[in-house]
């Protein structure tokens, strides 16, 4: 009867990720602040669920896990190398339990080969200028066995292609495009006369 009477949390922002390692993530979300609630907000649950694409690695496993937190700050450890994860976050209050969920954040641990070697995390980072995107974009490369060497090979209508399967966001693929395509002439030349 008083559980009734409880109003859920509400949903934080969707996290964002802190650290990625080969078996974990750290990810940090805004503190919940329900004004119209008189209970206080003890903590938070951490729903943490494999892509889809990595549906035939788990099968069998629980579809989702939840870790408790205490903090908006909360390292995921035992996750596999090399997988794509959704996390998302929900706040707790007593007497009424798990509130809302917040949207979700899509990372990547990182793959073992991307551990023996960074110079496709460097060059990726350097074009897309975010280390929390690129750390996901490389991992999915990597997956795929791609190669610093083997993408600049691409044309880039194959190159396009190529990361619009993988998923990767619009504006990371001009950018990836762009950063590793040979240098158009055309774009040299005007460079130059200025």
């Known amino acids: 009867m008083y559980r009734a009477m409880c109003k859920p949390a509400p949903a934080p922002r969707a996290p964002v990720e802190i650290e990625v390692f080969l078996e974990s993530i750290t990810i940090s979300w805004e503190e919940v602040f329900d004004p119209h609630s008189r209970y206080p907000i003890i903590g938070y649950v951490v729903r943490i669920t494999p892509s889809p694409w990595n549906s035939i690695k788990t099968q069998g496993a629980a579809p989702y896990r939840e870790v408790h937190c205490a903090d908006v700050r909360c390292s995921i450890p035992g996750l596999e190398p090399g997988t794509t994860y959704d996390f998302q976050v929900a706040a707790v209050n007593e007497p009424c339990g798990v509130g809302e969920w917040s949207p979700k954040l899509v990372v990547a641990t990182l793959h073992p080969a991307f551990v023996e070697t960074d110079e496709l995390f460097e060059v990726v980072s350097k074009i897309l200028n975010t280390a929390a995107y690129s750390s996901q974009v490389c991992a999915l ?15 880039p209508d194959k190159m396009e292609g190529m990361l619009r399967r993988l998923g990767i966001k619009e504006g990371a693929i001009r950018s990836l495009c762009l950063g590793l395509t040979p240098t158009n002439p055309s774009v040299s030349n005007a460079m130059e006369i200025n």
């Open 141 to 155: 490369l990597l997956q795929d066995e791609w190669t610093v060497d083997s993408l600049k090979s691409l044309k």
